[in-house]
């Protein structure tokens, strides 16, 4: 604690550092107003001062009956202790590094690609139809745009409130900050809220650009199992270290690359470690409505019952990325911190783009769109794997994706993926080699059956055999 601080905020500073020690835990009773003066050498009138400021900032809460308790240790107490880095210089969201260089041997790009790489819907699935009359709509009523209050425009978290209620997750408006989709969103929670060389706990393989984002702002990743169930809690339990100098990020529906749906008996194994270790998480939930059999468990955040988890949703991957929406669910106290950087960042998304998306959800036209991808993915998926049972059988294992578009092709043992992308890029076919989602050399291989028509999907495999057989 400097010297300039006020008493009232070594007072502040002093139980900060007891409830992110664990000293007090969440749920606890913190001493009397009495006790903590004569504790710290300070007037009642001091204790007051820090307790009320406290409140304030969601740490403490009074409860009738009981005296003054811990409620928060995780993403409440990050915001009310920010980065000291970002303080004394201007604001500048982290830059994603470069991806990984992937050969082409310098060959001239073919005339066209069957796109087996790309993570997003096919451009047939997209509702022009209806997009056009959202449009048109709003055109008849469009005013002149300002810049949007800072957690965005209100008629939109609304919206996104009630859709998140419908499925399980009880948030305020208030508690709803819009980004410019989920990796803006990324971009400030590593910005405002992690410590430089933090540790985020993550999958292992895991989302390409979410790596980027955390490297570039100076965390460290560390990479834990999967099984069929998802991240496994027991290697999140020996490798994390209790307090908030890490964090957990995952991707528990339909995870990028591997597809795997995270049950709901992991959800809750993983959300007492993170209780136990006082680590906050990140819901990276973007995939969540692409279900196609029946809809996923709940989500973290609704499972949580400590305020550890920070939930970021998109438009992005069901309806189109061009939109630039997604939105961060949490605390009031954490979304009002990230809504400030993000002011210093781009003064509020599109506002445009948010008069659509609102327009979306409250008209129903969203849901009824869902029902439209999950039947066209369905289809997708069937014609998927019958070509690569056909195809690759022998080659290759996978699991049957619950949802999204993708599937983790893992090669059988003596497989050998050598200049794999080169071969395949000189062939027309684009492909996503699954190193760059591990940072090291792994036989397998992210396909994406939600982007390329059926008929080129079954191309593309039969052209992935032939590759694979010539060095093999």
């Keep these: 604690m400097g010297t300039n601080l006020a008493k009232y905020e070594k007072v502040m500073n002093y139980i900060k550092k007891a409830i992110s020690s664990g000293e007090w835990p969440i749920g606890s009773k913190i001493p009397s107003q009495r006790k903590l003066a004569e504790l710290l050498s300070v007037n009642r009138s001091t204790i007051v001062t820090a307790l009320e400021e406290l409140k304030t900032e969601g740490l403490i809460e009074g409860v009738m009956g009981k005296g003054t308790m811990v409620v928060n240790n995780t993403w409440t107490l990050l915001a009310a202790s920010p980065p ?28 066209h690609f069957i796109e087996l790489s790309k993570g997003e819907l096919a451009q047939d699935i997209f ?163 692409l279900w196609m059999d029946s809809p996923p468990p709940p989500t973290l955040q609704s499972l949580d019952a400590n305020g550890h988890v920070l939930y970021i949703g998109s438009f992005s991957k069901t309806l189109t990325p061009g939109l630039r929406i997604g939105w961060i669910a949490g605390s009031e106290q954490v979304i009002e911190r990230l809504a400030e950087i993000k002011k210093q960042t781009d003064y509020g998304s599109s506002s445009l783009s948010q008069l659509v998306a609102a ?83 792994v036989q397998a291989i992210r396909l994406s059956y939600g982007y390329a028509s059926i008929e080129e999907f079954e191309q593309g495999i039969r052209k992935l055999r032939q590759i694979i057989l010539e060095d093999n």
Aim: aromatic share 8%; charged share 25%; net charge negative.
């Design 127 to 289: 509702p022009t139809d209806n997009m056009q009359q959202v449009m048109m709509r709003l055109a008849q009523s469009l005013e002149p745009f300002g810049y949007e209050e800072p957690k965005g425009y209100l008629p939109l978290r609304k919206a996104i409130s009630d859709y998140m209620r419908k499925q399980g997750t009880d948030i305020s408006p208030a508690s709803i900050l819009i980004v410019s989709g989920a990796i803006q969103g990324l971009q400030l929670i590593s910005a405002g809220l992690l410590h430089k060389g933090s540790t985020v706990f993550l999958e292992k393989p895991s989302y390409l650009y979410s790596l980027h984002t955390f490297q570039s702002a100076g965390m460290n990743l560390s990479g834990l199992p999967m099984d069929e169930e998802g991240l496994r809690a027991d290697a999140l339990l020996k490798k994390a270290m209790a307090g908030p100098a890490s964090v957990l990020y995952t991707i528990p529906c339909f995870h990028n690359p591997t597809g795997i749906l995270m049950s709901e008996a992991r959800r809750k194994e993983l959300l007492d470690v993170c209780a136990e270790k006082r680590l906050p998480v990140i819901e990276d939930d973007i995939y969540r409505e």
């Design 84 to 111: 000291s880095w970002d303080e004394s210089a201007p604001f500048s969201a982290p830059k994603p590094l470069p991806a990984p260089v992937l050969e082409t041997d310098g060959v001239k790009a073919p005339e």
């Design 359 to 441: 327009e979306w959800i409250s008209s129903g036209l969203y849901e009824q769109h869902l029902s439209f991808v999950r039947k066209e993915l369905k289809k997708r998926r069937t014609a998927a794997l019958h070509a690569l049972n056909e195809h690759m059988s022998d080659l290759a294992e996978w699991d049957i994706p619950a949802g999204g578009f993708l599937i983790w092709l893992r090669m059988k043992e003596g497989i050998q993926l050598k200049d794999i992308y080169s071969k395949a890029y000189r062939a027309g076919l684009s492909l996503n080699v699954g190193s760059i989602y591990t940072g090291e050399s």
